[in-house]
């Protein structure tokens, strides 16, 4: 019994039970349909599984598609940035002016550009993550211990080894890092990308019950979105244990 | 031994000179070390060893003079030479296996790694630890590690700066032994830069001395090779001899 107790206790199901009991005590003191009982959300997230399921397929694959167009362009022009003196002087000021920017300004100029469709919605998305990318991959290869790329001067590595066997490895935990708070961000910019011109989404479906003011429709809607979170950033977890198994091991040694 | 012969030695300092800037680091040093020989560097901080070992590795260029390894201009490093870095760097992402057969890896030595590696691995007693990473592992077994790395190879010329100065004593007076063994059985050139005496005698068959002026003196080391060194008399009078020098130059 005492065992069952502490793995009740030490599971993430805790925290979720946790969390409906604030939410029910918060419904309970407000007395507001504008938050809603958890029970009445629940059972609406069940009465309407396949609906949420679409909204829940079309925005991950749009999550997905930009994440991965990030890192395409991110990566890349991260290590640039940290190995190239010529373009961190060119482009660094530009960084620092844009990454402070709320991105979503431009979300006018990219339905103008790209249209109303997925294009100009991923395009956003790219744009809101791209420099967390950029920047978590440039610190990354600038934190390299000097040391290291002494080491691989003494084999006499071709500059293709040199990425192989340095370069690429040792920006990973970083990277992993950038991704965890893209994916963040991402997830909550969806809110704005599929605002207009849809009707698939989780962004549009709580939109669309905020606007109806049902309210329990509309706590669903978001309670699929955490549950998308938890997903993205369960894979990720999984990915990183995989791609830099040396992180995870120096942090069971910790523990 | 003629150190300054330009015969067919191993490596062959000619009249080098390095500044750091206005700071004239090496003044006119010529020497000339043979194959499978064991040289220690010894002298006052700051005087220019670690960076003559630069010099010779490749990782820096002469203002003047030039180093020759097997009668050809050393311009950058080379494969053959080996270099054991004071802060030894192993990278936190590989495991001592993938360490040591990375250099076979990088100079496309494919044929037969894992046997290659395996057996260098249980020489120097690391076998047990081939799928650890160097933050699992003592300092003295991520020494070691990174000895392998070296090793693996078969480099002509080993060269080490201070590879054993975080060491316990215990594992110091080990690593020595197996750096000797490892070095002797492959016919390496072995040059080392060191602040301990003893590790020089242990380890130099010839230890240098770097003067102030950038000359170096030369010491032969009686007690090199013999049985247990350290129970001898002339190990005790070897060092004491390179106590006086050093604290000569100093003077």
Request: hydrophobic share 45%; proline share 5%; with cysteine.
């Given at each position: 019994m005492k065992q069952f107790l502490k793995r009740l206790l030490s599971s993430q199901l805790m925290g979720f039970v946790c969390f409906l009991f604030v939410w029910q005590v918060l419904h309970l003191l407000l007395n507001t349909h504008t938050v809603p009982s958890p029970l009445d959300t629940i059972a609406c997230f069940f009465s309407i599984p396949f609906v949420l399921l679409k909204h829940a397929g079309a925005s991950i694959l749009r999550v997905v598609v930009a994440v991965a167009l990030s890192l395409l362009l991110g990566i890349p022009a991260g290590i640039l940035l940290a190995v190239n003196k010529t373009i961190k002087r060119l482009f660094s000021p530009l960084l620092y002016f844009l990454y402070p920017?709320?991105?979503?300004?431009?979300?006018?100029?990219?339905?103008?550009?790209?249209?109303?469709?997925?294009?100009?919605?991923?395009?956003?998305?790219?744009?809101?993550?791209?420099?967390?990318?950029?920047?978590?991959?440039?610190?990354?290869?600038?934190?390299?211990?000097?040391?290291?790329?002494?080491?691989?001067?003494?084999?006499?590595?071709?500059?293709?080894?040199?990425?192989?066997?340095?370069?690429?490895?040792?920006?990973?935990?970083?990277?992993?890092?950038?991704?965890?708070?893209?994916?963040?961000?991402?997830?909550?910019?969806?809110?704005?990308?599929?605002?207009?011109a849809t009707q698939f989404g989780i962004g549009y479906f709580i939109l669309s019950a905020w606007t109806k003011m049902d309210y329990v429709e509309m706590f669903s809607g978001i309670l699929m979105l955490g549950f998308i979170g938890i997903l993205l950033f369960n894979l990720l977890d999984r990915l990183e244990s995989v791609c830099v198994p040396w992180q995870r091991r120096s942090v069971d040694n910790r523990n | 031994m003629d150190h300054s012969s330009l015969e067919q030695n191993h490596i062959q300092l000619d009249h080098i000179s390095f500044s750091f800037g206005e700071t004239v680091v090496i003044r006119d040093i010529s020497i000339a070390l043979q194959r499978g020989g064991a040289y220690a560097l010894i002298g006052k901080s700051g005087i220019g060893k670690s960076t003559l070992l630069n010099l010779i590795a490749g990782f820096l260029k002469p203002d003047s003079g030039q180093v020759t390894i097997e009668g050809k201009q050393v311009t950058g490093p080379r494969e053959q030479t080996a270099f054991l870095f004071q802060e030894l760097g192993l990278f936190p992402w590989q495991t001592v296996f993938q360490a040591v057969a990375m250099p076979l890896k990088i100079h496309g030595n494919t044929s037969d790694i894992p046997a290659r590696v395996l057996s260098l691995l249980a020489e120097l007693h690391l076998d047990q630890h081939k799928d650890k990473y160097p933050h699992q592992l003592s300092g003295g077994e991520r020494q070691r590690v990174a000895l392998a790395r070296t090793l693996v190879g078969n480099p002509d010329l080993l060269l080490m700066d201070e590879p054993t100065s975080a060491l316990d004593a215990m594992t110091k007076e080990e690593l020595q032994s197996l750096i000797l063994r490892q070095t002797q059985a492959r016919n390496t050139t072995l040059l080392f830069v060191t602040h301990d005496i003893e590790e020089a005698v242990l380890l130099g068959q010839t230890i240098l001395v770097l003067n102030e002026d950038g000359p170096l003196s030369y010491l032969e080391n009686p007690c090199f090779g013999i049985q247990n060194p350290r129970e001898s008399l002339a190990f005790y009078d070897e060092t004491i001899q390179i106590r006086t020098l050093l604290r000569v130059e100093s003077r």
């Amino acid at each position: 019994m005492k065992q069952f107790l502490k793995r009740l206790l030490s599971s993430q199901l805790m925290g979720f039970v946790c969390f409906l009991f604030v939410w029910q005590v918060l419904h309970l003191l407000l007395n507001t349909h504008t938050v809603p009982s958890p029970l009445d959300t629940i059972a609406c997230f069940f009465s309407i599984p396949f609906v949420l399921l679409k909204h829940a397929g079309a925005s991950i694959l749009r999550v997905v598609v930009a994440v991965a167009l990030s890192l395409l362009l991110g990566i890349p022009a991260g290590i640039l940035l940290a190995v190239n003196k010529t373009i961190k002087r060119l482009f660094s000021p530009l960084l620092y002016f844009l990454y402070p920017i709320p991105k979503i300004a431009f979300l006018p100029v990219f339905m103008l550009l790209f249209g109303l469709g997925n294009p100009s919605k991923i395009i956003l998305i790219i744009f809101i993550i791209v420099f967390q990318i950029m920047l978590s991959v440039r610190d990354g290869v600038a934190q390299i211990n000097p040391i290291y790329f002494q080491v691989m001067d003494s084999f006499c590595v071709s500059p293709r080894q040199r990425y192989r066997y340095l370069i690429v490895p040792a920006m990973l935990p970083n990277l992993f890092s950038g991704l965890r708070i893209s994916i963040g961000i991402s997830l909550a910019s969806l809110f704005f990308a599929e605002n207009y011109a849809t009707q698939f989404g989780i962004g549009y479906f709580i939109l669309s019950a905020w606007t109806k003011m049902d309210y329990v429709e509309m706590f669903s809607g978001i309670l699929m979105l955490g549950f998308i979170g938890i997903l993205l950033f369960n894979l990720l977890d999984r990915l990183e244990s995989v791609c830099v198994p040396w992180q995870r091991r120096s942090v069971d040694n910790r523990n | 031994m003629d150190h300054s012969s330009l015969e067919q030695n191993h490596i062959q300092l000619d009249h080098i000179s390095f500044s750091f800037g206005e700071t004239v680091v090496i003044r006119d040093i010529s020497i000339a070390l043979q194959r499978g020989g064991a040289y220690a560097l010894i002298g006052k901080s700051g005087i220019g060893k670690s960076t003559l070992l630069n010099l010779i590795a490749g990782f820096l260029k002469p203002d003047s003079g030039q180093v020759t390894i097997e009668g050809k201009q050393v311009t950058g490093p080379r494969e053959q030479t080996a270099f054991l870095f004071q802060e030894l760097g192993l990278f936190p992402w590989q495991t001592v296996f993938q360490a040591v057969a990375m250099p076979l890896k990088i100079h496309g030595n494919t044929s037969d790694i894992p046997a290659r590696v395996l057996s260098l691995l249980a020489e120097l007693h690391l076998d047990q630890h081939k799928d650890k990473y160097p933050h699992q592992l003592s300092g003295g077994e991520r020494q070691r590690v990174a000895l392998a790395r070296t090793l693996v190879g078969n480099p002509d010329l080993l060269l080490m700066d201070e590879p054993t100065s975080a060491l316990d004593a215990m594992t110091k007076e080990e690593l020595q032994s197996l750096i000797l063994r490892q070095t002797q059985a492959r016919n390496t050139t072995l040059l080392f830069v060191t602040h301990d005496i003893e590790e020089a005698v242990l380890l130099g068959q010839t230890i240098l001395v770097l003067n102030e002026d950038g000359p170096l003196s030369y010491l032969e080391n009686p007690c090199f090779g013999i049985q247990n060194p350290r129970e001898s008399l002339a190990f005790y009078d070897e060092t004491i001899q390179i106590r006086t020098l050093l604290r000569v130059e100093s003077r």
